[in-house]
């Protein structure tokens, strides 16, 4: 299984019942050094976290199996990465964010 740091849509009962086939059990996580934003994908605005190294953003942990992440992965798009980060308990975890710029 894969712990995964869900901060927005991916907390709905009903996304995640559409997106990975199941409620999933959440638990309550911080990230430190990210800080929540938005970005519109075709009209529609949704969450997505920047690096800062001076916020925190609030948010839950998932468990999910490859088939599961896959489908999540499939649903963020090119609008995210998904990339490892140490939550405020010092576990680790995935979690989408914005992507790096080519700078």
């Known amino acids: 299984m ?6 927005g849509t991916l907390m709905l009962d009903d996304v995640q019942q559409r997106i990975i086939g199941r409620e999933v059990p959440m638990t309550p996580a911080t990230l ?6 938005r970005v519109t994908v075709e009209g529609k605005t949704y969450p997505r976290i920047t690096a800062d190294e001076a916020a925190s953003v609030d948010g839950m942990v998932i ?3 490859d088939t599961e992440m896959q ?3 499939a649903y963020e798009g ?3 990465v998904r990339i490892v980060v140490v939550l405020g308990d010092g576990t ?3 979690v989408y964010a914005e992507p790096l710029s080519d700078d």
Do not use: N, P
Not at 32 to 37: A, C, E
């Open 63 to 65: 468990e999910l199996d």
């Open 32 to 37: 430190q050094g990210y800080r929540k934003g």
């Open 71 to 73: 489908r999540v992965d």
């Open 2 to 7: 894969k712990r995964l740091f869900i901060y």
């Open 92 to 94: 680790e975890a995935w």
């Open 78 to 80: 090119s609008e995210y």
